[in-house]
């Protein structure tokens, strides 16, 4: 890695991604670098984006190399996954106080992430009314959005 620093969640002169895998135990390598700054530039990726994504920078990095990465730094709560489709796991940098949800349009494959702030009223009622505190980070809802034509007017 040359001068350049990656830009990711935190940064700063001693940035909190940084600080906290060190916290952890964990050593801070090049290929953890490269890989938070491809979820970060990505913002949803699938881990063979997030490969394709940093072999431009370095032949070095495999997939599971990918897969392991990702599932550290998201026990560091720097990267969060859902399932957006029915192949695997997208993953998207954890911005400071920016949580959010995805809506999912089974036709055109579009994905809006939304501020679980939305959501606060069926959130609240989970709590209330099923003492279930629900983590809508990990939420997808699927259905149509409507840029998307309908069957009636398709004919």
Not at 10 to 30: C, F, I, K, N, S
Not at 42 to 56: G, I, M, Q, S, Y
Not at 124 to 132: H, I, N
Request: a negative charge.
């Amino acid at each position: 890695m040359g001068a350049h620093q990656p830009a990711a969640p935190g940064d700063g002169v001693e940035p909190d991604w940084r600080a906290r895998l060190r916290a952890q135990g964990y050593r801070l390598t090049p290929q953890r670098e490269l890989i938070l700054q491809a979820v970060t530039t990505l913002r949803h990726a699938t881990p063979d984006e997030v490969l394709a994504e940093v072999r431009k920078s370095s032949s070095a990095v495999n997939l599971s190399t990918v897969y392991r990465t990702l599932e550290v730094l998201e026990g560091l709560g720097l990267v969060r996954h859902a399932h957006l489709s029915d192949r695997a796991p997208t993953f998207h940098a954890v911005d400071d106080g920016h949580e959010h949800f995805h809506l999912v349009c089974r036709k055109c494959g579009r994905t809006s992430a939304v501020d679980v702030g939305e959501a606060a009223p069926f959130l609240d009622a989970l709590r209330d009314r099923r003492g279930f505190v629900a983590d809508a980070g990990h939420l997808a809802i699927f259905g149509e959005c409507v840029r998307c034509p309908t069957e009636e007017e398709t004919q």
